[in-house]
């Protein structure tokens, strides 16, 4: 069974731009979440969708923005990039109801 | 406010020995409680998950104890091996009605096994 896949794996962008990353969830699994880490925050939770709702929203701007489609597959985008902004962002998935939720290998964000 | 604290922040074992990760919460409608390994470059690997009506959970080497009066629980891993260094992670989440809340993480425990 494959994986937790997240596209792209590594992206650079300049300050002001948008950017939007790419989440494909295990088959099966209709939870999807989102998640910042950084080396001085730690893992923080963005938001979660199941069945293309969401249904959870951590403590993130509005510039932070999610969305599920019909198959689970989701993307999450980032308006007028800060240099802050700058991390790993992980999607995870689940089955449902966020438990035992599966992470991909994450998508590597710099802003300069 | 850190909802989840973890200690320590880093910890030196020897192989064959046992290696003790402790974490802390404050919210009491926390009701699911994973712990997670990361290794560099990789995304979190979910190891073991505990509810909190059982106080001790075994997978293998590794061993969730839980002590619901506390608030705490902790990863136990036993015969601990050069190839379990690696950071570790435990979180918390609940469920607000809306389905379950996202995970609070700790800010992780990097892990080193000397040979």
């Known amino acids: 069974k494959a994986g937790v896949t997240q596209t792209p794996r590594y992206l650079i962008k300049t300050r002001g731009q948008q950017v939007t990353l790419s989440c494909s969830p295990i088959?099966?699994?209709?939870?999807v979440s989102w998640y910042q880490q950084t080396p001085g925050q730690g893992l923080q939770f963005l938001f979660e969708?199941?069945?293309?709702?969401?249904?959870n929203k951590g403590n993130f701007p509005g510039r932070f923005s999610g969305r599920q489609f019909s198959n689970s597959r989701s993307e999450m985008n980032v308006s007028t990039l800060e240099l802050g902004d700058s991390a790993l962002y992980l999607c995870?998935?689940?089955?449902?109801?966020?438990?035992?939720?599966?992470f991909g290998q994450g998508t590597r964000l710099t802003v300069v | 406010q850190q909802q989840v604290k973890q200690s320590p922040q880093s910890l030196i074992v020897q192989k064959g020995g046992i290696s003790i990760i402790n974490c802390a919460y404050e919210?009491?409608?926390?009701?699911?409680f994973p712990w997670y390994q990361q290794f560099p470059g990789k995304g979190p690997a979910l190891l073991i998950a505990?509810?909190?009506?059982?106080s001790e959970k075994k997978e293998g080497r590794f061993t969730i104890s839980f002590n619901k009066s506390a608030k705490q629980f902790s990863l136990h891993i036993m015969d601990s091996q050069p190839g379990d260094s690696a950071t570790y992670f435990c979180?918390?989440?609940?469920?607000?009605?809306?389905?379950?809340?996202?995970?609070?993480f700790g800010k992780g425990t990097h892990l080193i096994i000397q040979p």
């Open positions: 995870a998935s689940s089955l449902g109801q966020g438990r035992g939720a599966f």
């Open positions: 088959s099966g699994h209709r939870s």
């Open positions: 969708y199941f069945s293309e709702t969401q249904r």
């Open positions: 919210n009491t409608a926390f009701d699911y």
């Open positions: 505990i509810r909190p009506d059982v």
């Open positions: 979180a918390a989440s609940g469920d607000s009605g809306g389905g379950a809340d996202g995970l609070t």
